[in-house]
C-alpha cells in the first residue's frame, strides 16, 4: 500500500480502472473483477460519471451504478478509495459551480455514498472562472461530500495556474493528476507535464496504464485474432520499436516469474512522478495479470527506458 502525496488516501499500488463496466464488461462480470482484486488486498477504484456513455444505448453512469451496487452488495464502502470525474458526461458538461455540485449528487447517488475520495475535474474548463470552480469544490469538501481534488487531461500551464489560485485563496488544491502514460506512450507526458507535477510535489496516477492492453504480450507479429473488446485500439501500438520493447520484458518476466502486465506497471512505479497507475480488467484472468506488484531492478529500469525513449 502506499499514501498519495499530499493526502492521507492510502491506496494499493494498483489503481483498478473501470472505463469499461457496464459496457465491454457486464455488471456480473465486472463485480467478480472487484471480488478478484479485493481479494489481493485492492482498495481504489477509478471511475467517471460519463462512463459508459459511448456504448450504445448508454448515457453515462453505467460505471458508478456497478460499483454502487457492488458496495452495497459486499458492504465495504469504508475499506475503498473511490475516485470519480466531472466534466466531460453529455449531460453534465463543464466545471461551473452549478454542474459541479448537480454532477457530484448524482455520482453519490450512483456509488450509492455520501462520499467520493478522490473527485476530478476530467478536463478543462477556461469559460468557468478558477474561483468558481475551486468555490465549489470547497463547497463540496466543507459538506463533507469531497475529500480531495485532482485534474486529467489539463496542460502543465493551467495546472500551475489552478494551484497557484487555490494557494493564494485559501482554496482546495489538486493533489494528483491523471494523464496518458505508458511504457510506449511517453513523449506527451515526459515533455511539460512531468516536470510540473515533479516541481508541485503531487503525482501522476496514469491511464492506459497497459496501453489498451498492448503491454500484456497478447499482440505479437502474426498474431490477428485476440479475445479482447479494444484490440483496435491496442494494434496502433504495433511498431518494431514497440515489439522490441515486449521482447525485453518477456525476458524481465522471466526473471521475475511475473505477467507482461505486471513488468508494465511495475516500469510505472519506478518513475519518479507516478504513484499508483491505473489499468482495467474485463475478466478474472486479465486481472490476474496486471494486480501482481513488481519491482523492478534499477538496471531493469534503463534498460526499459532506453528501448521505449
Known amino acids: ?182 511504457l510506449v506512450d511517453r513523449k506527451a507526458y515526459e515533455t511539460e507535464m512531468a516536470a510540473t507535477v515533479a516541481d508541485l510535489g503531487i503525482s501522476n496516477i496514469p491511464f492506459y496504464g497497459i496501453a489498451r492492453g498492448f503491454l500484456t504480450g497478447k499482440y505479437r507479429p502474426g498474431v490477428t485474432e485476440v479475445d479482447s473488446k479494444r484490440a483496435a485500439g491496442s494494434r496502433e501500438y504495433a511498431t518494431d520499436k514497440n515489439y522490441a520493447v515486449l521482447s525485453t520484458m518477456d525476458e524481465i518476466a522471466k526473471n521475475h516469474n511475473a505477467p507482461l502486465g505486471a513488468i508494465a506497471l511495475g516500469w510505472l512505479r519506478a518513475q519518479p512522478t507516478v504513484s499508483a497507475p491505473i489499468a482495467s480488467a474485463r475478466t478474472v484472468p486479465q486481472l490476474e495479470e496486471i494486480v501482481q506488484i513488481v519491482e523492478l531492478t534499477s538496471d531493469e529500469v534503463e534498460k526499459l527506458n532506453a528501448l521505449s525513449a
Not at 462480470?29 to 482484486?37: G, I, Q, T
Not at 470519480?84 to 453529455?90: G, I, L, Q, S
Not at 461551473?96 to 454532477?103: D, H, L, M, P, Y
Request: charge should be negative; hydrophobic fraction near 35%.
Open 1 to 182: 500500500m502506499i499514501t498519495i502525496p499530499e493526502s492521507d488516501l492510502v491506496v494499493h499500488e494498483l489503481c483498478l480502472g473501470s472505463n469499461i463496466f457496464g459496457g465491454n464488461a457486464t455488471e456480473a462480470e465486472s463485480h467478480l473483477v472487484m471480488d478478484a482484486y479485493r481479494s489481493h488486498g485492492g482498495n481504489f477504484i477509478d471511475t467517471a460519471d460519463m462512463y459508459n456513455q459511448w456504448v450504445e444505448g448508454h448515457v453515462g453512469g453505467e460505471s458508478e451504478t456497478v460499483i454502487g451496487n457492488w458496495m452495497k452488495s459486499r458492504g465495504n464502502r469504508s475499506e475503498m478509495v473511490i475516485a470519480t470525474k466531472v466534466a466531460k458526461m453529455d449531460r453534465r458538461p463543464g466545471l461551473s459551480a452549478k454542474n459541479i455540485f448537480a454532477a457530484c449528487e448524482e455520482s453519490l447517488d450512483r456509488l450509492q455514498t455520501d462520499y467520493i475520495d478522490l473527485y476530478y475535474s476530467h478536463e478543462d474548463d477556461q469559460t468557468v472562472s478558477l474561483e468558481e470552480t475551486l468555490g465549489a469544490y470547497a463547497q463540496l469538501i466543507a459538506e463533507g461530500k469531497v475529500r480531495y481534488i485532482a485534474a486529467s487531461n489539463f496542460t502543465p500551464a493551467r495546472l500551475r495556474e489552478s494551484i497557484k489560485f487555490s494557494e493564494e485563496n485559501n482554496l482546495p488544491s489538486y493533489i494528483a493528476v491523471q494523464d496518458l502514460y505508458n
